[in-house]
Structure formats: C-alpha cells, structure tokens
C-alpha cells in the first residue's frame, strides 16, 4: 500500500517536471530574432542627417530616450549647428503608450498641435499637405501607427503546421489579427529560416504589394543565435499629395461645340523614398543592470539606388531606470529644458544679434492700391517673357532685366511697412474650429491655399518684396542695433561665467557642452569680443572632430566664419577659414562636400568658402571621374560668381554682397581671381568630356530647378539630379563665356555639343 | 477539321494551366505598381479620358512636395531608436525596422 502511494508521488512528481521542462522550452526555444521583457531603460542618441536642398545639408540632434515595453518618451535637448536642425526640434518632449501621443514642445508653448496629447487610435495619416520644406512635427503620430501596424509578432510565426514550407525553408503566412486590437498594415509574411532562426523576411500589405524585405545576420560565436546586423530594404513609398483643386478643362471632340468641364481633384498620387531605402541596425550586447542585453547600438539609413547615406544614429550610455510613467514624463521635460538663464540668452540675442527694427506706424492707406501701384511702378522688377508657343516650345524663357536703383530711404521705410502689413492680413489668426480641426491632423492652413480677395494683396506683396531684393535699399538708422544697456552688459558677464561652468562640466555631455558653447559665441559677438569669438570656436570645433561629426565640423564651422567674415574681422575670418577647410576635406566624402558647396547656406551662398574647400577636397587620391568632374565643376562655378561678384560693382552694393567682395579682397586680388576663372571652366569641361557615354547620361546638363512646377508638369520632365543640375550651371557659363547658345538639351534628349576648344 | 478545333482546345487548355501553375509558382505576389516607380506618377482622380488634361493643368509643385517629404523623414526618424529599443525588449515581437 505505503510501496503504491510512493510510486504513485514519484510518477507526479516526474509528471510535474515534465510539465515544467515542456513549458521552459517552449520559452527558450523561442523564434530569433525576437525581443525579451526587460523594464525601462534609458539612453542617448545622436542621430546625424543628410539634406540635399537649399538649407543646411548636415544637421545633428541630440536626444535622450526612455523605453520599455509599454512606453516610450524622447527628448531632444540640443540640435547642431548652432540650435538648429531639418526642423528646429530642440525642447521638443514627446511621451507614447497605449492611451495617447503626448507632446510639448518649450520653444512654441503655445502652439496648440505641438503642445497636446492625441488619443489613440490616431487614425490614417492624411494626405500630405506641406511643402517648401515645412512639415508639421506632431504628423510623427502617424508615422509611430505605421510601424506598429507593420510589426511581426512571434506569434504570427506560430503554430509552424498550419504554415506552408517549402524545400528551400520558406514559409507562406497570412498573419492573423494583432494582439490588442491594433490596425494591421502588414497582411502577408514570407519567412526564410534555418534552425529556428530567420534569415529574412518579406512583408506585404493586403494587395500583396511589398512593404519591406528584413535580411537578419547573426554573430557566428555561440549556441543561442544573436542577431549581428539587421538589413531592412525598403521600396519607394506611396504616398497622397493633397491638392484640394478644381480644375477646368476643355475636351477636344472632333465636330463637337467646345465645353468647359470642371474636376475636383481631392490629392494625386505621388512617390516618396526615391531610389528606395536601405536601413542597416547593427546590434551588440549591452550591459544594463545586472544583465546583458542585446540592444540596437547604430543605425544607417541609406539610398538603395545609389548609397548615399540618408541618416544615422548612434545609440549610447544605456542605463536601467526606476521611474514610473509620470516620472518619465517630469525626468523628459526637466532633459529637455532649455532652462531659465538660455530664455535671458535669447532675449539679449534678439536685442543685439538677431535684432528686428521696429519701423514706425505706417502713415499711408495700405486700402489705396493705386497709390500702392504707383509705389511699385517707381521701380521696375525683372519679367518673364514666355516664347511664343509657351512652355511646350521648349524654348528658354526671356528675362528682362531693368537697370537696378537706388530707393529713397522714404520710400524703403514704405515698402518694408507695405508689405509687413500685407503680410500680417495674409496670415490672419486661426479661428476655434480651425484650430480643433488641426488638433485633429485635418487641415493645414497653407499661404498657398488663398480666396480670391486675397490673391490682389498676395501679388502686390510679391512685387514690393522683390523691389526689397532686387534694388538697391538703402540701410535705416533704426536698422541699427542699439548700443549695449550697462545692465545687459552686467547681465551678460553673468552668463558668461554661468555657461563657461558648463562647457567644462562632462556630466551634461557633448549636447550640454555644445549648448554652452552655442551661447558663448553669440555672447563674445554682443560684447564685439572677437578675441574671445575665436577661442570658443577653436574648443567647439575641436568637441565636433573628437565626436567624429565631420559634416557638422564643415557646416557649424562654416556659421561661425561667416559671422567673423559678416562683422569685417576678415584675418581672423581667413585663418580660421584655413584650418576649417583642411580638415573639412579630410573629415567628409564627395557626397558630403559637394552637397555644402551645392547649398544656399553653404558653397552655392559663399562661393569664396566653396572655392577653398574644393582647392583642399580635389587634391584627395581615389575620386571617381565622376566625382572629380563634380568637385571641379562646383569650383569653376564658384569662381565664375565670385568674379562676377568682384566685376560688377553693382550687385556689389548689396551689404552682404560686399562683404563677401570685402574678405574676397582681404586675401586676393580681382585680377587674380580673373585669371583663375577661365581655366577652371575648361578643365571642368575636360573632365565632363573625359567622362565617356556618362557625360550624356548621369552627368548630362539638364535643369528642372529652372522650370516653373507647371512647366515641368506640362513637359512630363523627369526631376534632374543633383549632378545635372551642376553641369546645367556649368553649361550656361561656357555659354556666357564662350558664346556657345542652346547647348543644354530638352528633357528627351541626350545630346550637348561639346564646347570648342 | 473536328480534330484540328480539338488539337487547338487543347492546346489552349493546357496554356491556361501553365499560366495558372505559374501564376502560383510566383506566389501571386505583385511586383510594385509601375506608375509609382520614378518618373511616372501623376494620376487624378477624374474619368479616364480626361485624366491626362486635368493632370497637365493642375498647378502642383512636386517638387516643394519633395522637400517636405525628404523633411517628414528625418523628422520622423526621431522615432526609430526608440520603436526599435522598445521591440528588442518586449515579449513577442520578432525585430523589424520600422516606417519613417
């Protein structure tokens, strides 16, 4: 009896460690890549971004994040250069679970959408409404909807037998409804493995058209499989423009009466991701705690049609934390704070540096537009003639150019006060139900959407606007900044000795030291300390190359040159100049380099920096022909606009103009950048001719930067590139230059006669 | 002539199965939309016959769209570390790279 009760205990016990072993390797042996419970961890990133516009074309944010598995918070706490980025981002705070989308951004405290929380479900993102390079930052709600319903569960993975597999290891799966209800993008999942593991993964949406292939390697060391490297190539996206128009048309029937027929056209198809997306995670192990965890230490983001690199992010000082959700939200916006001493910053910075002239009440009827008229009249603007036959001619447009005057300073004070005012009528305020509207990513209040009582007032602002750039405007004695207040000097040295603290204090990191850097250069040039200027631009260039942020070096270092060059200290400007653009062309690749010469607020708006930048940049053994065609076409554009600049001293009498003229002057001669000129144009053109059947292809000289939207609509002209577009500039010059017309080829065409040597 | 309609039946029944077989070999996976790829993009929401019209007159400037675009990405990106951290330390979730 007492035998069967103890053999009757055993088989339960063995029953139970059965039971218990069974269940613990259903939890081991669970499907790799995947991710583990692990609390909440916080961490910093600095995320490096590539632009090709007329902006900055380097930016870097700094941010710290905390994550666990049902929450995340991000704050940004510093951007580079200078307090800038894409988007000027810095204090903005946002905290994501599963009631809401919270966000608060300090700078623009009372901007409703970006100071709000946005319940979940978020919805649809909206057709796309910006342009011009404005995007609302709040829309990134909808980006954070798209990769949760894009996610893979394992358990989508699972039970493996109700999986089609085929010989080569890949199974067919329709992925069933996601935990929690959440919208799913993702429909269909074919999955490669080998031994538990998966080697890649194709994602389709409902239509089975593809959203993504993840390709997974995995470290070769050890039993369990860790994952090395995480390849995502992504497709070019699709993507709705809203457009909102009516438009009228009138169809061609053979015999029939012509009759007008009016569409509305809601949005348009359109792509976004051009060339496609290649991301790379590469993963390692991280110690966090008393464990080790495997953790996404970088991230690259690349074109996949031609590898140039989009983005990246390094991810850093992982550390476990004890805070609940509240707790992170006060700890983010604490980071995130610019605090009390950089708002006394910005108000001195507004009153000395970025200061705003205050001109007066206006003394004329702004309703008066034939006085308005007669205003503009006084000073002809350029026109654009079109040739006969319009735009389907093909033919270039003709431009008049009339001789450019000196406006009466009456006159200036005039049309600054006209067109501020017409301005502010054009950007009326939002009304309540505009603003709920907004709250909910619906409308988007655009300059570009007006009535038709707006558009006479819209033009005239455009004509009055276009005398300020185009004529010569004389400066204001209240465009001057006042002279220092001796309480704001006092309160200067006080920030001073403030921020010099922090500069030394590692513990705020790289983005503290940057941000105290940041306001001590802008204080040296309220004091007009150049002295000083120099040295902290020397420790902030330093702190840049030590942090490996080489297009950060070229463009952040490049602002503060010019704000020397701007101020008239053109040696102090030169030398410093020096050093930057040796260790600029060391630290940035062709991409990087010919990017900031190609930009507005880099080379294209300095040709004088472009010019020393190139000079070091194509002395660099290994460039393609390609990429040396490119660097000595940029420089021969270069100097054909300084020449041009240092030649006419018309545009000279612009003020910033002749401050370029001025630092120009300070290091050469105008006869010495004449005779520079010519030659640099035809080895340019050697190099293009060197180039073979690239030159009618990749390089070939075709512009759409020049094209009117609706020109390149009616033309169905493909976007030119960005190397197109600088043989396009550099085709015009050989025209200029050697008088050859025409050479640059209609979209469909690949020919460009050469120019005679 | 009885013979040579069924020959052709056949012939054809069988092309009919090999399309079908093949159609299922490939998955029934699409390729991506050609009018999405770069170069040709532009289609409106009106008839057929008169798509084309409207499309030429319609003033949109892709190009400011592109700007705005390629902003929205960085922008967006902001997000990746963390929706990436947060999948490699939850339960059940097999790593991605996530949309921006």
Known sequence: ????????????????????????????????????????????????????????????????????????????????????????????????????????????????PLNTTYPKPVGERPAFRWGGGAYGGDEMRFAEAAAVS?????????????????????????????????????????????????????????????????????????????????????????????????????????????????????????????????????????????KVLRLPVKVEVRRSDDKRLVRSARLMNFRRVDLDKEGVWKAAKAFASLGDEYWTFRRLNAKYIDFQPTLGPLRVDPNDLAFVQKLIAKYPLPEVIQPPGGYRSGARPQVTRPRRMEVEPDDARLIRQLEAYYMRTLSTPLTEEQRAEMKKGTIFRSGGRLSASERPVAELRSKLRMILVYHHVPVLPEDRPPEMDPNDARVIHELQAHYEKLVTQSDRGLPGQLKALHVLTRLDLMLKDYDAFERHTGRYLQMLQDAGLGGMYMTGGYGNIQNLAERRQYDKANKLMRQWADRSAGANDADGVYRFCGSDLGGNGDPWAAVQLLDRFLKRPGLSPVQRYEGLALRAISLDKIDKLLADPETAYDESRKVQAGWVLSGTTKAQVAKLVEPAVRQAVSAWEALGPARLSEAKPYSTNDMAGMQQNLMGAPDATRLQETSARLDRIVSQRFGQKGTTPRPGETKRPAPSR | MAHKLVSMMRSGLFALIVCVLLCMGMGAVQPPDREFLSGARRLAEAPPGQQAAVMKTLHVNYRMADVSLAVREQADFLLTPALLVQEAISNGIVLTYPEE
């Not at chain 1, 269909?188 to 949406?205: A, G, N, P």
Request: hydrophobic share 35%; net charge positive.
């Open chain 1, 1 to 112: 009896m007492k035998k069967t009760r103890i053999c009757a205990r055993g088989l339960w016990v063995a029953g139970v460690l059965v039971a218990f072993s069974i269940t613990g390797a259903i939890g081991l042996c669970q499907i790799e890549p995947s991710g583990r419970k692990a609390g909440l961890i916080q961490f910093d990133v600095i995320s490096d971004l590539n632009m090709d516009w007329g902006g900055y074309t380097s930016a870097v944010r700094f941010a710290r994040y905390w994550v666990c598995q049902d929450y995340y918070a991000v704050a940004v706490v510093w951007s580079e250069p200078h307090g800038r980025d894409v988007q000027d981002k810095k204090t903005m705070v946002v905290l994501s679970d599963r009631e809401g989308f919270r966000i608060k951004y300090e700078l623009d405290a009372d901007w409703h």
């Open chain 1, 150 to 290: 894009r996610r893979v569960y394992v358990s989508d993975l699972e039970p493996p037998k109700s999986k089609k597999r085929d010989a080569g290891g890949v199974t067919d799966v329709d992925v069933p409804r996601a935990p929690d209800g959440i919208t799913r993008k993702l429909a269909h999942l074919k999955v490669q493995t080998k031994d538990d593991r998966i080697e890649s993964m194709d994602l389709f949406d409902n239509q089975r058209r593809p959203l993504g292939r993840m390709r997974y390697e995995y470290q070769p060391d050890g039993k369990v499989p860790r994952i090395a490297t995480l390849v995502a190539d992504l497709p070019v996206r699709r993507e709705k423009l809203a457009v909102d128009a009516n438009v009228v048309v009138i169809p061609r029937h053979a015999g029939a009466p012509e009759q007008k027929e009016t569409y509305r056209v809601p949005d348009v198809n359109h792509v976004s991701h051009t060339g496609g997306r290649t991301a790379i995670v590469t993963y390692s192990d991280v110690p966090v705690g008393d």
